[in-house]
């Protein structure tokens, strides 16, 4: 079974910067593009940040030369990363990881974290 669990959320002022991390558990063949979304109530989820298998980054506009993504492919550590800095207010959402993953039977599938809430306050 392959879950995905996500920490480093939580509350920063304006300016600050939080850390995301997405842990990825369970028994799987490879793991292919990797992404954050967010959303906040009321509103359609949003792409923030994807990375490729081959580290390959691109960013939402709102978010470009603010965030940073990352993954590790450690085979006892399979990981994607998100560096937030100058945090706005308007980054106030539940921010979600995704994965790209081809099962043990090479069944792939898109698999999502629980969501981790991140407020910035003004």
């Known amino acids: 079974q392959v879950q995905l669990v996500e920490s480093g959320g939580g509350l920063v002022q304006a300016g600050g910067s939080l850390t995301l991390s997405c842990r990825v558990s369970?028994?799987?063949?490879?793991?292919?593009?990797m992404a954050w979304y967010r959303q906040v109530p009321g509103k359609q989820r949003e792409l923030v940040a994807t990375?490729?298998?081959?580290?390959?980054?691109?960013?939402a506009d709102s978010v470009r030369d603010r965030f940073t993504i990352s993954r590790t492919n450690d085979p006892y550590n399979y990981a994607a990363h998100l560096q937030m800095d100058s945090l706005k207010p308007e980054d106030t959402a539940v921010y979600y990881c995704?994965?790209?993953?081809?099962?043990?039977?090479?069944?792939?599938?898109?698999?999502w974290g629980q969501g981790t809430q991140v407020t910035v306050s003004s």
């Open positions: 995704y994965a790209d993953i081809t099962g043990l039977g090479y069944r792939r599938g898109d698999y």
């Open positions: 369970g028994s799987f063949f490879d793991i292919h593009t």
């Open positions: 990375i490729s298998g081959l580290s390959s980054t691109d960013y």
